[in-house]
């Protein structure tokens, strides 16, 4: 069968730059090193979700859907771009959004009205204790899903529900299509990289680029820097995800938990909490590279690569490629403008 048999429409710029870090490396050392740009996939102001959003989509499309559900916080860079791509292809888009409202309009959130997504928070128990609230966020979103469903199918319409993140079939195949790309692209620099290193939160990115490593060829060591849940949770989810579609999509590929690489050091406070090393990551590509990070995915996952380079995990003739998922609107919140405010004092001073 394979990722080229499933349905799929045209929403991203592809392929997508692989460029050298020379002066990254010259700065902190380490291995040669590469990053995959899918911050620059085009729509939306770019992200990996639009190579997933092509096939699930197009799966939508093929099913003669009309209206499309899906979810995230507050901040969802997935619904930022599923409102793009709705709006592209004259689909009616709804987010299900798993925070309070705030009433405050920024970031993905100023976007996802523009491109017209209707915006539904549900409400949640907030007497739940700390540890169990992300969690009763989730159960919240789903039951408000079923809910929307139900009501848009007796207004007639044909509604076709995204999992959060892209986590699916369709998602996995974006990624192992996303690594056949990497490949010619890899070739023609006669490069073969050692590692490849992601972001690991839903673990749908992370599942397309392990098992289209394999499907490829390249079959580099992945590592995971783990920006939600557990490395325990990561570990069985990727490896869930990656046996099911695997064998969905006729690859013979399976893989353990003992082969699953993901770190959760770099986590710090929680997911969509700023860290310092996630901040001096954001300001060293900045600064050295031109390259834009935002602060919940691709800051800590930089911040992981920095420290391993420094904890001497990799060896001077290795070569590693980051994966850059996008997140940019993120750069442009509250209390990012506060930050901002702090480095134009240090860089005055």
């Excluded at 770190?263 to 090393?277: I, V």
């Excluded at 600064?287 to 911040?303: C, F, M, N, Q, S």
Aim: net charge negative.
């Amino acid at each position: 069968m394979g990722y080229e048999t499933l349905a799929r429409v045209s929403l991203a710029n592809l392929p997508t730059p692989l460029e050298e870090l020379k002066q990254l490396r010259e700065k902190i050392g380490g291995p040669r090193i590469f990053i995959k740009r899918d911050d620059l996939t085009g729509l939306g102001l770019g992200g990996n979700k639009l190579r997933k959003l092509e096939f699930l989509l197009g799966d939508a499309l093929a099913k003669k859907c009309d209206t499309i559900i899906t979810s995230g916080t507050i901040q969802t860079n997935h619904g930022r771009l599923t409102a793009a791509a709705c709006a592209k292809l004259g689909l009616t888009c709804y987010l299900v959004l798993t925070d309070e409202d705030t009433g405050i309009y920024e970031g993905n959130r100023i976007l996802e009205s523009l491109y017209g997504a209707r915006q539904v928070f549900c409400g949640f128990d907030h007497s739940v204790a700390p540890e169990l609230l992300d969690k009763e966020k989730l159960r919240a979103g789903d039951e408000r899903i079923s809910r929307l469903v139900a009501e848009l199918k007796t207004e007639g319409k044909n509604p076709y529900v995204i999992p959060r993140g892209g986590r699916s079939l369709f998602g996995t195949a974006g990624y192992v299509a996303a690594m056949d790309e990497l490949k010619l692209q890899l070739d023609s620099f006669r490069v073969h990289p050692d590692y490849i290193v992601s972001p690991c939160a839903t673990s749908s990115t992370i599942t397309g680029i392990s098992l289209g490593n394999r499907v490829s060829g390249i079959n580099a060591h992945v590592i995971g820097a783990v920006l939600s849940r557990s490395a325990a949770e990561n570990r069985k989810m990727l490896m869930e995800e990656f046996n099911h579609d695997a064998e969905a999509m006729g690859y013979p590929f399976r893989i353990t938990k003992g082969e699953i690489d993901v770190r959760e050091d770099y986590l710090g406070p929680g997911y969509a909490s700023m860290t310092e090393a996630g901040k001096e990551a954001i300001l060293l590509f900045a600064r050295t590279e031109g390259i834009l990070l935002d602060p919940v995915y691709t800051g800590k996952t930089a911040a992981a690569y920095v420290d391993m380079v420094h904890r001497g995990e990799f060896k001077t003739d290795d070569t590693v490629i980051l994966f850059h998922t996008g997140g940019t609107p993120l750069l442009f919140l509250r209390s990012m403008a506060d930050w901002a405010k702090e480095i134009a004092l240090e860089v005055r001073t």
